[in-house]
């Protein structure tokens, strides 16, 4: 199977929406005609497989040791990725960075089996400005964790590649929007 086909499909199928008119909010403020509703497809057994299997593909070769992002839309792609990669005997731990540190307990921001100085992937489901992939890139380095590069699902092509190489790192998305658009 084409798994980078078969993804594509599934995201024309039921994550993409798209309007005549400017009506979905995203998280950065910004009013758009579409929108790339990610979970329908990361949460989902089939579409989870299928995305664990080609982040796998994309970063076993780095060695990495953990792979996360902030929660909610990093985690099922990370959870998937760590299965996929236990299946094929190069296990790559998932980890979790909540938006504000631990209210309780040891108040934790980054949860996991993850220890400073440990080689990381950052992953998004979708990247616009990459305020998320960023914020979670900030929380894991300043907790020690050498951040390898930035992996998004789909890129939206508006800003959001250029603020993260400008910071430093590498971007990898899967799939850039105009994939899916005529823009």
Known sequence: MDYRERLKKMINERALKI????IFKLSSGKMST???????????????FIIG????EMIKNKNP?????????ADPISYATAFVSYINKKPIKPFVVRKEPKGHGTGKQIEGNVQPGEKVFIVEDVVTTAGSSLKAAKVARDFGLEILGIIAIVDREE??????????FEFLPVFKISEFLNK
């Not at 040791?65 to 839309?73: C, E, K, M, Q, S």
């Not at 800003?159 to 430093?168: A, M, S």
């Open 19 to 22: 309007s005549d008119k400017p």
């Open 34 to 48: 579409y929108y790339m509703d990610l979970r329908t497809i990361t949460l989902d057994p089939e579409g989870g």
């Open 53 to 56: 299997n080609l982040i796998f």
């Open 65 to 73: 040791d953990a792979v996360g992002g902030l929660t909610l839309g």
């Open 159 to 168: 800003g959001g590649e250029e603020n993260i190489r400008k910071e430093g």
